[in-house]
């Protein structure tokens, strides 16, 4: 049996207690060694295999799932974040499915969330932004021609931009060339819940500067958005004495 558990987005006490529990029943562990906080693996009993997948093909890794499956052991296959978000498991699942092992997945504090916290942000605020848009720049691998940056930015909602820190200077052009006004606010967030976790504000025009100032290059979300630093916006109705809800009338009634 193998177990997907997302990791969370770093700090070692952010992973599930399911996500945690399997990691101490596992006789086999595969991590992300690439971005997963190591401190994790303490969890881990005495005896388990531990590899790191950032130095192995998906060939390799699945061969040593095999292996291990084979011999009736326990398979905790450890993410990043939540592992459904870039964290190429479909590819996996497939290859499991093909071998007739079983699997699950518990689900992870995605770093989107981590980096959220660490700026003490609200993603959806009335009359700011309801929607968030989680993507990323196209690279050496392409995305799909309808999820351009451009094409997104259209929107006007909130941009998180994961696997993007690497060539701040042509996110910036591009989303302002797109429309999207150089005075955006913006974030940058470098290992969000890591005890080296860093976080800096800045508008969508500096953006770069900051980023190079800072030798953020990698392992960093970008926020861009007005609810980074808003200026206003609409209180929720949930708390509104005036709004009636399934649990009290309102006085607007």
């Known amino acids: 049996m193998v177990h997907f558990v997302g990791a969370g987005p770093g700090a070692e006490d952010l992973i599930t207690i399911r996500g945690k529990e399997l990691l101490e029943r596992a006789d086999v562990i595969i991590y992300a060694g690439s971005l997963v906080n190591p401190g994790l693996l303490k969890y881990a009993k005495e005896g388990c295999a531990i590899h790191d997948s950032a130095r192995l093909t998906l ?8 292996d291990a499956d084979g011999k009736g052991k326990e398979i905790v296959r450890l993410h990043t974040g939540d592992p459904s978000i870039y964290g190429a498991i479909r590819e996996q699942m497939d290859a499991l499915n093909e071998l007739a092992i079983s699997y699950d997945v518990t689900p992870g504090v995605s770093s989107f969330c981590g980096a959220a916290a660490a700026l003490n942000l609200e993603y959806t605020l009335p009359t700011v932004s309801q929607s968030v848009i989680i993507t990323r720049m196209d690279g050496r691998t392409g995305v799909p021609e309808k999820e351009s940056l451009e094409s997104l930015s259209e929107h006007g909602s909130t941009m998180v931009f994961f696997l993007s820190a ?48 800072n030798g953020i290059e990698k392992t960093a979300l970008i926020i861009v958005g007005d609810v980074v630093e808003p200026s206003g916006y609409e209180k929720s109705k949930l708390y509104d004495p005036g709004f009636t809800t399934g649990f009290r009338k309102g006085t607007d009634s």
């Open 59 to 66: 060939d390799q890794v699945i061969d040593i799932v095999k």
């Open 166 to 213: 690497g060539d701040t200077e042509r996110l910036s052009s591009r989303l302002i060339a797109a429309g999207r006004d150089k005075d955006t606010p913006c974030a940058i967030v470098y290992k969000a819940t890591w005890p080296d976790e860093k976080k800096f504000r800045c508008t969508l025009e500096n953006l770069p500067e900051v980023a190079r100032e």
